[in-house]
């Protein structure tokens, strides 16, 4: 286990939802600190309408003043549609095209402006492309712990609906917490039914928490095992549409805090990763 954790982290996540703008140079500042720790990926950005999300409207000319060089970490971009993955294939720096697909209709209608069967059409585009473009697509099943909107949920919906986009070639997967309602019962339920059924699959977490809640998760994931993390410092960002205002993603001191506890090796540099919780003070509003 101690050589297989993985952490992406989330400043895409973080930033998105806010609604003042941050200065490109400030987020340029941040991701390229980020880019010293030793995430395994960044999700750092979008490739989607900035009317939809105004704030990542500059994702391009954050990209262009990125510090790869002597980075060992990965870019991911999150699309929605075929014309935005189109886009982010062309950069040489990204890795990974991120696709929220949600196994709610009603979520995914508000948040792709198509449906699950459109979705699935969808998905088979990308994914096509991101093998002639030498990319790899990471799905996240939006809803995976349940949803706010009394459409049809169980964890049997998620692990059905993985099943068939993995049948079109996708390997990267990671379990989203969409509203904020994943607890150690349904988080450990789903992971030790579907991590053992896949094995040829990569399958994560993207939890989102409270402040007094995230060890029980994280704890119930690991147990279940999970390997992979989606985290954000300082847990900015995570679920607008959560019943609770302190949801927020999971925070990655946190999780690095508990790593450290267990003795689970992350291989973060500690003082570029208290660097990065500095700009993280400075730029995000308190």
Not at 33 to 55: E, M, R
Request: aromatic share 10%.
């Amino acid at each position: 286990m101690n050589t297989q954790i993985k952490i992406t982290e989330c400043p895409r996540d973080a930033m998105q939802g806010i609604k003042s703008y941050i200065p490109t140079t400030d987020k340029v500042r941040y991701i390229n600190s980020l880019l010293k720790v030793g995430f395994d990926t960044l999700d750092f950005g979008s490739f989607v309408s900035p009317k939809a999300i105004p704030q990542m409207a500059d994702t391009k000319d954050v990209l262009a003043q990125l510090d790869m060089g002597s980075s060992k970490t990965k870019l991911l971009a999150i699309i929605a549609n075929y014309r935005g993955a189109e886009e982010a294939a062309a950069y040489e720096q990204i890795t990974y095209l991120g696709f929220p697909f949600s196994i709610s209709e009603t979520f995914q209608k508000r948040n792709t402006n198509s449906t699950i069967a459109e979705s699935m059409g969808r998905v088979e585009e990308i994914q096509n492309l991101c093998v002639k473009a030498n990319k790899q697509m990471v799905v996240y099943i939006s809803m995976a712990f349940g949803n706010s909107y009394n459409d049809p949920w169980n964890a049997d919906i998620a692990i059905e609906w993985t099943e068939k986009i993995a049948e079109r070639g996708v390997k990267i997967f990671a379990m989203a917490d969409t509203v904020g309602v994943s607890n150690p019962e349904n988080i450990s339920y789903l992971f030790k039914n579907i991590i053992p059924k896949f094995p040829q699959l990569q399958i994560g977490a993207h939890l989102h928490t409270t402040p007094t809640t995230w060890r029980e998760k994280m704890e119930a994931a690991l147990n279940a095992g999970v390997t992979n993390f989606d985290a954000a410092l300082k847990g900015y960002g995570g679920c607008p549409m959560a019943a609770d205002d302190l949801t927020g993603n999971m925070p990655t001191e946190n999780i690095v805090a508990l790593f450290d506890e267990m003795k689970i090796s992350h291989h973060l540099n500690k003082n570029y990763f208290l660097d990065s919780m500095q700009i993280a003070e400075t730029i995000f509003p308190h």
